[in-house]
């Protein structure tokens, strides 16, 4: 499996968002409720009302939740997935998320992240990395909880953007996003020596012999 190293990292710090798409509309490429997708695309007057009806939306705002609780949603989702993945299972990661989650069937979502069970991703490093979040938990104008970011790793860190619907009282999986990118800076290859050209190098020297040679008398050189 592709596991991903350990990196100390600084809890909590707002990391600018490059890898992550923007608004909810792309993160639900991943993953979206049933009852999303089967809403047909509407004509071109549709659309220009629609927009019109968000132009008037209230602003998200800031969720009022603890470090420690949204270490527990990041991390129980994400960890949940990993375990899916890893399994062919989907039925727990199922049973986490909120009904209009739930109306994805676990074969379905099991066709969703087919292509993260077939290069066998391994996101189990975020039981133990901090988080850096890109998007701080922020209450969106229809009630969901929303955030995303990554967890910073050698050679790979785990990109992610999540939503959760209140349910029960309870914040409930809505919507999941998660890959893989290139993590930090890593030291470059080690240069291999060049080796010099025998050609170049001269005639070897001779080995050792065990035969006496004779002493080579030398002649005084006359004036």
């Given at each position: ?22 608004g909810a509309r792309g993160f639900f490429a991943a993953l ?171 005639p070897p020297p001779e080995g050792p012999s065990m035969a ?12």
């Open positions: 499996m592709r596991g991903l190293g350990l990196q100390h990292s600084v809890p909590w710090q707002w990391r600018a968002p490059g890898w992550r798409t923007s979206v409720a049933i009852t999303l997708m089967a809403v047909a695309v509407p004509a071109q007057p549709g659309h220009a009302q629609a927009k019109e009806k968000r132009v008037g939306q209230k602003a998200a705002r800031p969720a009022g939740i603890d470090r420690n609780g949204v270490l527990i949603l990041i991390r129980g989702a994400l960890l949940a997935l990993d375990q899916a993945n890893k399994t062919g299972n989907y039925t727990v990661l199922r049973d986490l998320g909120s009904p209009n989650f739930q109306a994805n069937s676990a074969a379905q979502l099991g066709d969703i992240f087919a292509n993260q069970r077939k290069q066998a991703l391994d996101f189990g490093a975020v039981a133990v990395l901090e988080p850096q979040l890109t998007l701080l938990p922020q209450i969106e104008p229809n009630g969901m909880l929303h955030m995303a970011g990554f967890f910073p790793s050698v050679p790979l860190q785990v990109n992610f953007e999540l939503m959760f619907e209140p349910t029960d009282r309870q914040w409930k999986i809505y919507g999941v996003s998660v890959n893989l990118t290139s993590g930090g800076p890593q030291a470059p290859d080690t240069p291999v020596a060049e080796q010099p050209n025998p050609a170049d190098a001269g006496v040679q004779p002493k080579k008398e030398t002649k005084p050189v006359k004036p």
